[in-house]
């Protein structure tokens, strides 16, 4: 009986220190754990916030496009506003499940400013819809598109900690204007 009294202590300590082990490992298997689903969830984030983006970029190319036929806008290839009526109604289309998902995952900064950008493409929509021929008016509302996608990028760029990006503003070699589109 004495021998197993003098083993107690080092089995208690065996005992101590895998009972230790066990819960080190749960704990940062826990954390590994949570560290991967942040990291899954912040790359749905970005596949939807980059998803809107495109969706949303493409209704802004076609007003440009019918804003040049209209001869408010010097993109090069304008097209008619009978031809641009099913490409942007599809657009508009495809926003709607965009829109949702963002909805539904986007921080609500970055869906505030994904309206703010929206609402300014929706009147850029609704200016050529009423055939309006005004360069000046155009340009007040290519401004607003543009600021619309500035903050946009700006708030996905803070929701997800990326670095801060490029202002999409480039220079033309002739005679310093500059091209964002």
Not at 84 to 89: H, Q, R, V, Y
Not at 153 to 164: E, F, S
Request: charged letters at 25%.
């Amino acid at each position: 009986m004495s021998a197993f009294l003098q083993q107690l202590p080092a089995l208690f300590g065996v005992v101590i220190g895998a009972l230790g082990s066990y819960f080190a490992v749960v704990r940062s298997d826990r954390a590994r754990f949570q560290r991967e689903q942040a990291a899954r969830w912040e790359e749905r984030k970005l596949s939807v916030y980059a998803e809107y983006a495109r969706t949303l970029k493409k209704s802004v190319t076609l007003t440009y496009r019918v804003a040049a036929h209209l001869g408010n806008d010097p993109h090069p290839h304008p097209l008619s506003p009978q031809e641009a009526a099913p490409l942007m109604a599809e657009a508009t289309t495809a926003r709607d499940p965009s829109g949702e998902a963002l909805i539904l995952l986007g921080s609500p900064e970055v869906v505030e400013r994904a309206r703010a950008w929206v609402v300014a493409v929706m009147e850029m929509e609704r200016f050529l819809r009423e055939g309006t021929r005004d360069p000046q008016a155009w340009q007040g509302l290519l401004e607003r598109q543009r600021a619309g996608r500035e903050g946009y990028y700006a708030a996905v760029r803070d929701d997800l900690a990326l670095p801060p990006g490029h202002s999409a503003r480039w220079p033309l070699p002739s005679g310093g204007t500059t091209l964002q589109r």
